[in-house]
């Protein structure tokens, strides 16, 4: 769970230490005391942190059955469903609404994945031999609904206490790392005992290791700076070069049925991403075309068109957890 860990974003954290004034030595010591207030002492508050990071281990675990199982593409496209997930989640733990064209676009983007999902059970072009599509599907599906439930817990937890999101992000990795070192020595201790901890990491795997960790850099800068709608683009731009890279590496295929199936999960990522103003002012235009009679606007009040012209405005924008797991 590194890269979804680092997503949070702590340079819009507070500073936690009362005296900013002190020399290097005076602010370290604060430190410590700080994360042995925090972590150690109120150790029950910490424990919360477990159930998320648990299920972040085990999400990330998934994912490289996934991936290990589906072409890139397939599963770029597949592994929008965890929108859908943290949109159900949120509902269902957060009581909050979705309007009428974000749960249009929730059920094009199930269309689309169950387009996409149909192409490669029909074949899809050639695949390595190893690969099993349904133990992928079966992957993908359980990050994603893990990836719901835990970036909606997480933000539930937020919001039901006191504590900053850079201590929570901090207590995070820290069972994380303690939950991944488990899964090693459970799986691979003897290998790693004889063989060493870093054998096999190859610069190949050393550059997935940066890429992972400067994504998670890359999307909290977008969160701070950006929009969903900025947001949803991004999302849409990684499905094409995933689709593109593919080709060119692994000689996918891309038919008739995988293009419809990609086209409707970009359009309704880029759907569920609008504010809501800019939602109102779509569902309006509609109801404007299919009959004569039309909503005057009051007096005084700007058009839908500029309600949804203040980039940033948490009010406006549909879904985006303060853990920013969503990617």
Not at 186 to 207: I, K, L, Q, S
Not at 257 to 274: E, H, K, N, W
Not at 303 to 313: E, M, T
Request: hydrophobic share 45%; proline share 6%; aromatic share 10%.
């Amino acid at each position: 769970g590194g890269r979804e860990r680092a997503e949070v974003g702590v340079q819009d954290l507070p500073h936690p230490f009362p005296d900013t004034s002190a020399r290097i030595p005076g602010n370290v010591k604060h430190l410590v005391l700080f994360l042995h207030e925090a972590v150690l002492v109120q150790y029950v508050d910490t424990l919360k942190l477990a159930v998320p990071s648990l299920i972040y281990t085990l999400q990330n675990n998934l994912q490289y059955v996934a991936i290990s199982n589906l072409p890139a593409a397939t599963f770029q496209v597949t592994y929008q469903l965890k929108i859908l997930t943290t949109a159900l989640f949120s509902v269902l733990m957060l009581n909050r609404s979705l309007s009428r064209l974000q749960w249009a676009s929730l059920l094009l983007l199930f269309t689309g994945v169950a387009i996409v999902q149909a192409q490669q059970a029909g074949g899809g072009g050639p695949r390595p031999l190893d690969q099993n599509p349904g133990a992928g599907l079966a992957a993908v599906v359980a990050s994603c609904l893990s990836s719901g439930f835990a970036g909606v817990y997480f933000e539930k937890i937020l919001k039901g206490s006191s504590g900053s999101v850079w201590l929570r992000n901090l207590q995070l990795g820290l069972f994380g790392t303690a939950l991944g070192l488990v899964g090693l020595w459970w799986a691979e201790g003897t290998a790693v005992a004889h063989r060493g901890f870093f054998f096999g990491y190859t610069p190949a795997v050393w550059g997935v290791v940066l890429n992972q960790a400067f994504g998670g850099l890359l999307v909290a800068v977008v969160v701070k700076y950006a929009d969903n709608i900025l947001k949803g683009f991004a999302t849409s731009l990684s499905i094409v070069l995933s689709t593109v890279a593919s080709i060119r590496l692994f000689g996918f295929h891309v038919d008739p049925l995988f293009a419809l199936g990609a086209g409707l999960v970009i359009g309704a990522v880029y759907l569920y991403s609008l504010p809501r103003g800019a939602a109102k002012a779509i569902a309006s235009a509609s109801a404007s075309t299919s009959g004569p009679c039309t909503r005057q606007q009051p007096p005084g009040q700007p058009p839908p068109s500029q309600l949804s012209s203040h980039r940033g405005d948490v009010s406006t924008e549909p879904f985006l957890p303060k853990s920013v797991l969503v990617k």
